[in-house]
């Protein structure tokens, strides 16, 4: 969200220019009513400079305060614990963050027979990414890798809280705990049971508080949304209310917060729109459709380390595909519906305070078209990457 402007704001030379301006004014006056002893002088110093010194300041601090409340007086200009008790009038919370849980496969080690024992409570964890963070996972129950399998499945759920825990296929890769005959562990990409999701963001809830309002005008679009969004671990809901499955029906297209939702995210979806809408809508809660993108691509660097390059980029191209809504300035994901564009990955890489440092320009390899399409109920979503760098490219 923009920042807002303050309208009413004063700098403490301000504050001092109308105290001082004002007793100017008006002190040979004061002093012929015998309200003060005589005209004080305001270039020297003095008891009386101090004091109108203190009372500048006095009203300086206030114009601070100010500054603070009054934005936090009004929903979509409030932040934090003033924006939670605006939405507590409409009934909102702030969604709180979730862990995530899936199911991790634990390989046997090629020198051990019969069955191997998996405890409760030994960890898998991911390598350090490119801001250095691991991600570890807890076994939430017994399992035994029975002879003759080569990999059990075993139900893990992430330490932390958040959707960073949300790992992509293969991400989980090291045991941080032994275990006598497994030899390591590995995710697929579709290993999730229930995402891991962020805190709900400021900007989150205030669209939500402006969609509690718009849902008081009957079962309408907003109402849909407003009833989806209220599900944790939903990040953003794209409502298809122009009769996409024939006369009457409409479609709400979920995007969890590891982009497609699992199967548990779409059912409290449905629990929840069921709850208030009509019997008698046809509407329907679905996951998006997928729209895989492999990117391969070439860094040519003038500066720098092609390795920082390397992994700086991956990860800022990641964060285009990421779910978790978490956006800023440069790095806005991919949504429901919205195309891939080579222009705005070479954009998130090249423009802004996070742009990749001594980048000349991003070669491709694939996808070999600028714009990959993307349908109304699609979602872009990173099928395979592959980031280079090079500081003497060729072409």
Known sequence: MATQTIPVSKTLAECRALVFGRVAEVQAEYAAKGWLPTQLNLNAGGVARGILEIFAWILYAFYQVLAQI??????????????????????????????????????RDAQTTGNVRIPTGRVARTKAD?????????????????????????LCEAEDYGAGANA????????????????????????LTS?????????????????AWLEEAGCTSAAYKAWALSVPGVVSAKVLDDHP?????????????????????????????????????????????????????????????????IAL??????????????????????????????????????GGAAALPGLKRVIWTSP??????????????????????DSEVVQ
């Open 130 to 154: 490119a801001k250095g963070d691991v991600y570890r996972y807890v076994t939430l129950a017994d399992a035994v890798l029975l002879a003759g399998e080569e990999r059990v499945a075993v």
């Open 70 to 107: 009054l934005p936090n007086a009004f929903p979509l200009s409030a932040s934090g614990a003033w924006l939670d008790l605006h939405s507590g009038q409409v009934e909102l919370t702030r969604r709180a963050a979730t862990k995530a849980q899936g199911v991790v496969w634990f390989i």
């Open 368 to 389: 070999g078209e600028s714009v990959v399409t993307v349908p109304d109920d699609g979602l872009a979503t990173l099928e395979s990457i592959s980031v280079a760098a």
């Open 245 to 309: 499955r024939g006369e009457g029906t409409v479609d709400v297209v979920v995007r969890g917060s590891a982009g497609i939702p699992t199967d548990r995210l779409l059912a409290l979806v449905r629990a929840a729109v069921a709850a208030k809408a009509p019997v008698n809508d046809l509407w329907e809660v679905k996951a998006p459709q997928e729209v895989p993108v492999p990117v391969v691509l070439v860094l040519e660097i003038v500066s720098g380390s092609p390795e920082t390059a």
């Open 313 to 350: 980029g991956e990860a800022r191209i990641r964060a285009l595909f990421a779910g978790s809504g978490v956006e800023d300035a440069d790095t806005v994901p991919f949504g429901i519906g919205d195309d891939f564009v080579r222009d705005r990955v070479v954009a998130t890489l090249m």
């Open 168 to 191: 992509v296929a293969g991400q989980i890769c090291e045991l941080s705990t032994h275990v006598p005959g497994v030899s390591g562990v590995t995710n697929d990409a579709d290993w």
């Open 195 to 211: 995402e891991g999701a962020d805190e709900e963001t400021d900007a989150q809830l205030q669209e939500r508080y402006t969609l």
